[in-house]
């Protein structure tokens, strides 16, 4: 399953949602995890002044154009580029966005201390998988697994 982590510098979740710079992508499952990406969020309006708009790129970043502000445009923007994630790491998010990844059945998590390191997370995460998962974490990973 796939897991987003809100960072500013790649190494500790620090960001909070709507604020985020990058989301670090990783994948994770009982054999381990690995980086697999990172979406990087411009919040300068783009070349033309248009709504939200994705740029891939060839390298291994993708890049998302977004209008400065927390708009409905740029919550829903984020969300359908995290919607293969079951898991959204950041500091902190709003109830209105927080209830849009619930939605899309992204599970938004927050973690125990104030600025935490992403690897510390992805550890745990694995001995839960490899343990006793909760229940909807359990159906993540078998959904994941098909």
Known sequence: MKVAFAT?????????????????????????YEFLDTIKIDKEKNECGCEAQIHQQHTR???????????????ATIINVLNDCTIV????????PAAKLIKKGINPMTPELDEEGII???????LTIKGNP???LRKALQQNHR
């Open 134 to 136: 909760a229940p909807w």
């Open 89 to 96: 790491y950041f500091t902190s998010i709003g109830g209105i």
């Open 61 to 75: 970043e993708n890049v998302l154009k977004a209008n400065k502000g927390e708009t409905d445009n740029e919550i």
């Open 120 to 126: 510390s997370i992805l550890d745990r995460l694995l």
């Open 8 to 32: 500013t510098d790649r190494v500790n979740i620090n960001s909070d949602f709507g604020n985020a710079d990058k989301f670090d992508i990783y994948e994770i499952s009982k054999s381990g």
